[in-house]
T-cell receptor
Framework: GESVGLHLPTLSVQEGDNSIINCAYSNSASDYFIWYKQESGKGPQFIIDIRSNMDKRQGQRVTVLLNKTVKHLSLQIAATQPGDSAVYFCAENIGKAAGNKLTFGGGTRVLVKP | NAGVMQNPRHLVRRRGQEARLRCSPMKGHSHVYWYRQLPEEGLKFMVYLQKENIIDESGMPKERFSAEFPKEGPSILRIQQVVRGDSAAYFC????????????FGSGTQLSVL
């Protein structure tokens, strides 16, 4: 769910290593999830999405895993590159009945070390 | 195909003035969402509009804030009599009919109230 904080959790990763970013969501009725990447001064950029009837989805260098039992979502980035440095947000959607609005998590900052 | 376009990118207002933020959705998208983001925080939902209709304004303050999405032209988020606490980044997102939950974001308007 939503979290408010003064400092974002930070993940430091060596260039070339894999990154795993975790997210706990709040609503068991959520049926659609998106990961966004936000670079400084820019808007959130769509990375990958997954529906609740799936537990894994792969894209280019990214994989999203969904565990509905514990309401947990993760984003795996393979062979992390300097351009992957950004803040990553998960977002959940509880469906059309709730207006399709996305509820964002608090974000994780990823810093890629050369 | 141009993305979601927001203007201005930066807006400076003095306390008590009005702020108007504009958003042109992606071509073919008929759903517009406005979100607000404070530094080091996630995005908070404000309002969801379709052409000429407000679908959900549950995240928008009742006083001083209004939004519209006319039949012709961009969506407008209007803040009257701005106060320092209104300083934030305001992001617009759009989605297409039939995939309303898949939001694509603009680059945002950074509002600074002096």
């Amino acid at each position: 769910g939503e979290s408010v904080g003064l400092h974002l959790p930070t993940l430091s990763v060596q260039e070339g290593d894999n990154s795993i970013i975790n997210c706990a969501y709040s609503n068991s009725a959520s049926d659609y999830f998106i990961w966004y990447k936000q670079e400084s001064g820019k808007g959130p950029q769509f990375i990958i999405d997954i529906r609740s009837n799936m537990d894994k989805r792969q894209g280019q260098r990214v994989t999203v895993l969904l565990n509905k039992t514990v309401k947990h979502l993760s984003l795996q980035i393979a062979a992390t590159q300097p351009g992957d440095s950004a803040v990553y947000f998960c977002a959940e959607n509880i469906g059309k009945a709730a207006g399709n609005k996305l509820t964002f998590g608090g974000g994780t900052r990823v810093l890629v070390k050369p | 195909n141009a993305g979601v376009m927001q203007n201005p990118r930066h807006l400076v207002r003095r306390r008590g003035q009005e702020a108007r933020l504009r958003c042109s959705p992606m071509k073919g998208h008929s759903h517009v969402y406005w979100y607000r983001q404070l530094p080091e925080e996630g995005l908070k939902f404000m309002v969801y509009l379709q052409k000429e209709n407000i679908i959900d304004e549950s995240g928008m303050p009742k006083e001083r804030f209004s939004a519209e999405f006319p039949k012709e032209g961009p969506s407008i988020l209007r803040i009257q009599q701005v106060v320092r606490g209104d300083s934030a980044a305001y992001f617009c997102a759009s989605s297409p009919q039939g995939a309303e939950e898949k939001l694509f974001f603009g680059s945002g308007t950074q509002l600074s109230v002096l």
